[in-house]
């Protein structure tokens, strides 16, 4: 019996650190800004960044019109794995919607945070930068263009 014990236990250790191995394997480096653009940039000017998450969305897809997204909030966007936050009026910002926790897409923005629904995760909507955890470090910028009142990525 005892032997039995021991074999589910070293399972079920082994399964579980594959797991929190998952959890860590999120694409993106801390201290990432976000990309940011304002309404009344040009495209050749808005929204560059370094920081673009290998297998997004191609460039140029629009998201939004600028009067979607409120002023001190935003908006996620499944599909195309982004977050789009206005912190100032006229002033937008991009960032993965893919939690660095668990790999869980955000599913909200209320009160200033970018909330992930798995484990609580709260990202700042200014700069994506981790307010309240599990969430190891910051969402990572999306490039995005605001040009004609339409949010774009890239």
Do not use: W
Request: glycine fraction near 16%; charged fraction near 15%; hydrophobic fraction near 30%.
């Amino acid at each position: 019996m005892d032997a039995r014990r021991r074999t589910v236990l070293t399972a079920g250790a082994v399964g579980a650190a594959g797991l929190v191995t998952a959890c860590g394997s999120s694409g993106g480096g801390g201290g990432t800004t976000a990309s940011e653009t304002s309404a009344s940039a040009t495209p050749s000017t808005a929204g560059k960044s370094t920081a673009v998450p290998q297998g997004s969305t191609p460039s140029g897809t629009a998201l939004a019109k600028t009067s979607d997204i409120p002023v001190g909030g935003g908006r996620v966007f499944e599909e195309q794995k982004v977050v789009v936050t206005q912190p100032e009026a006229g002033r937008f910002k991009g960032f993965s919607a893919i939690c660095t926790h668990a790999g869980c897409t955000v599913a909200s923005v209320e009160d200033g945070t970018i909330n992930c629904p798995c484990h609580g995760s709260k990202y700042s909507i200014t700069d994506a930068t981790v307010v309240a955890g599990p969430a190891p470090r910051p969402l990572p910028a999306e490039q995005i263009t605001v040009s004609g009142g339409t949010i774009r990525l890239g």
